[in-house]
């Protein structure tokens, strides 16, 4: 699921918080009113916070943060230190 938040302070004077659900497949739909919503407050209505959150059953990857499996091999430093990093610059004759 696919879902546009705003704040409407038309509605209610702290701001009356406003969503719309979309179909997971409808990305471009709920672009289009994220930007109608933007719009309509460029043309002086009383909208903020305008975003956009999704929910995908299909995403890449476990939700969430967690540790690096056991396995998980990323070096912060070269492992041999001579390897050369980067590329030559100026003459070297």
Do not use: C, N, T
């Not at 999704?54 to 890449?60: G, I, M, N, Q, R």
């Amino acid at each position: 699921m696919i879902v546009v938040f705003w704040m409407d302070h038309e509605a209610a004077p702290q701001g009356g918080a406003q969503a719309r659900a979309f179909a997971q497949d409808a990305l471009a739909e709920a672009l289009r009113f994220a930007e109608e919503l933007r719009g309509r407050r460029r043309a002086g209505a009383r909208i903020s916070h305008v975003s956009i959150q999704s929910e995908l059953p299909d995403h890449v990857g476990a939700a969430g943060v967690a540790d690096a499996p056991g396995d998980y091999a990323h070096y912060k430093r070269r492992i041999d230190p001579a390897i050369p990093l980067g590329r030559p610059s100026g003459d070297k004759s």
